[in-house]
């Protein structure tokens, strides 16, 4: 023997892992239902958590159009109703009590219909200085408090504006029985021009009423649409996954013609051989063997009828699922029995995987042996199959002694004429294993191969 296989090598190197083992590679049965149920399951999830933002988002933007319109209507209030309604009295230092009385009961007399049906439950109208002027609770008129600075900010820019009522405040405390409130406040002027500040309180559950009312109407349309999206999407999603189901059935279908094809090819060969050449070669030894002076002829004739069986036995297709994966591990080391070598291969008994796992091992060992052929120069070929620990894997090896290389030439795509460890590589590619090369100059060479029991298709 020129050399040793590489694993019984003392010191020798590290398994160079060329394919590492990636699930994701594998190619199995596609899971449509669970696809169509993923894609309908993102669509429902992914559509309403659009819909949810979208409702949320309109919640703001509702209650800030409610609080918009309870300033514009306490704007209306105060220019329509309010100031036509002020005299100066109200305010002047100089008038009488008589007098601010008089004024206080007209303005009390023309927002008593808005009080009695409208939506504000508290009216203020303030002075610059923060005193009450007037109110419809009379403990408050005369009080002062402090203006804060919107409601300056209001009396020098003749705005209006809204925001949510502190019912802590000394000035609200008869307010606090009413929920919480929006105060809406705009700027009015006596007739003598003098700006004074006009407070209208509305129940806030009126404003987050109008908002859930246009809340209710975004998210009504927002699930609407997602039903309809969903109404839509599910047959057309039905319509591509059957589209694509026959489609990787009818490649499967013309990739198993092709496959069936090529082994009867493969057959037919194989037949017109035995048949006829290879029984036309091995009568004619019989004959020559009868005669003394052409037994060295015979004896060449039938060494070229058991080369011509070896090739024969390697054209013939093996089928591991109908003969065993043993027998046609047999066959498709026949090439390596017709160059001299000695072969061996040891396969358990039973080995529980699918055909194309099956296949993907032959496929393995054919090119495996092949390349030991005509590259490794060795005497000796040893296949073994065994089960990996877990139990869901097929370890296969082929291993030779002969003259070995440096391992770094496996990994180089460049190299031409070496389509063989392509074609190794492909095949752990293809099934989500993995492929390991131990060798070294004059140590021989082992591939390892580990292939998914469970692979369903080689592409």
């Known amino acids: 023997m020129r050399g040793q296989r590489s694993s019984d ?40 958590a659009v819909a949810t933002a979208g409702t949320l988002v309109s919640q703001r933007i509702a209650e ?47 927002v008593a219909g808005e009080l009695r049906v409208g939506s504000a439950v508290r009216m203020k109208l303030w002075a610059a200085d923060g005193t009450v002027l007037w109110s419809d609770e009379p403990r408050l008129v005369g009080e002062r408090f402090p203006l804060g600075d919107d409601d300056l900010e209001a009396l020098r820019t003749d705005r209006s504006d809204a925001e949510v009522s502190d019912l802590s405040e000394p000035e609200n405390r ?16 006596t007739p003598s021009g003098e700006p004074l500040l006009f407070e209208a309180y509305q129940r806030y559950d009126d404003v987050i009423a109008r908002a859930a009312d246009l ?130 291969v040891h396969v358990p008994e039973s080995v529980e995987a699918s055909p194309s796992a099956l296949l993907a091992v032959v496929r393995f060992v054919r090119e495996a042996v092949a390349n030991t052929v005509t590259h490794g120069r060795a005497s000796v070929v040893d296949v073994q199959v065994t089960v990996d620990d877990r139990g869901d894997g097929l370890v296969v090896e082929v291993a030779d002694d002969g003259v070995g290389f440096d391992p770094a030439r496996a990994v180089d795509d460049d190299r031409p004429g070496h389509l063989g460890t392509t074609l190794l590589r492909e095949i752990a590619e293809d099934t989500g294993g993995s492929l390991a090369l131990e060798t070294s100059p004059g140590a021989g060479t082992t591939w390892r191969l580990t292939v998914p029991c469970d692979t369903e298709a080689l592409r």
């Open 9 to 48: 090598t003392p010191g020798a190197a590290t398994p160079l892992v060329l394919v590492a083992a990636d699930a994701r590679r594998r190619t199995g049965r596609t899971p449509w239902r669970r696809v169509l149920v993923g894609v309908v399951i993102a669509a429902v999830v992914g559509g309403a």
């Open 64 to 110: 800030g159009f409610a609080v918009r319109d309870a300033t514009s209507d306490t704007a209306g209030l105060a220019r329509v109703v309010v100031e036509p309604a002020l005299r100066d009295a109200i305010a002047a230092p100089d008038a009488t009590e008589d007098e601010r009385s008089a004024a206080r009961a007209e303005l009390s007399a023309a």
């Open 174 to 189: 008869y307010e606090r029985g009413h929920g919480p409130l929006l105060e809406a406040y705009q700027a009015v002027h």
């Open 215 to 344: 809340r209710g109407a975004f998210a009504t349309l927002a699930f609407g649409t997602v039903a309809v999206v969903l109404a839509l999407l599910v047959p057309l999603l039905l319509w591509l996954l059957v589209r694509i189901r026959a489609g990787q059935r009818l490649r499967e279908r013309l990739l198993g013609r092709a496959l069936d094809a090529e082994s009867a090819e493969r057959r037919r060969m194989a037949a017109e051989l035995h048949d006829g050449p290879i029984q036309d070669i091995a009568g004619l030894a019989l004959s020559l063997g009868a005669d003394p002076g052409t037994q060295d002829a015979a004896a060449s004739l039938r060494s070229a009828v058991s080369s011509l069986r070896s090739s024969m036995a390697a054209i013939r297709p093996a089928a591991p699922e109908r003969d065993g994966l043993g027998a046609a591990l047999d066959d498709v080391c026949a090439r390596a029995r017709a160059a001299g070598l000695v072969t061996s």
